[in-house]
């Protein structure tokens, strides 16, 4: 976040508000990734910005990374660190 200008923060922020107060999203917000990672989709001017996150339970919903999107394709080492942070979140969990 702290790479962010101040209305791409204010706009994630947004965005990040409706998982946590909507039970039903708008499609074109999140997509459905692999291992159970799914993505944040933020859009602000020109940048693409992309959360991961996992559903922990039915309400909980955890962060693992974020960042700006410079290409068509989300690139596989950023779905990787996500599969990852996932992982050692159920690790530590246990």
């Known amino acids: ?3 962010l200008t101040e209305q791409e923060r204010k706009k994630v922020l947004r965005a990040l ?3 946590q107060t909507e039970d039903k999203i708008p499609y074109h917000y999140i ?6 990672v799914y993505e944040l989709r933020v859009t602000y001017g020109n940048n693409e910005l992309r959360i991961f996150f996992i559903y922990d339970g039915d309400t909980i919903v955890i ?3 974020g960042f700006k999107k410079k290409t068509q394709k989300t690139p596989s080492q950023e779905i990787n660190k996500a599969i990852k942070l996932r992982k050692e979140y159920y690790e530590d969990k246990e």
Do not use: A, I
Request: charged share 20%.
């Open 1 to 3: 976040m702290s790479s």
């Open 17 to 19: 508000l409706l998982l």
């Open 31 to 36: 997509k459905y990734l692999r291992d159970g």
């Open 63 to 65: 962060l693992l990374n």
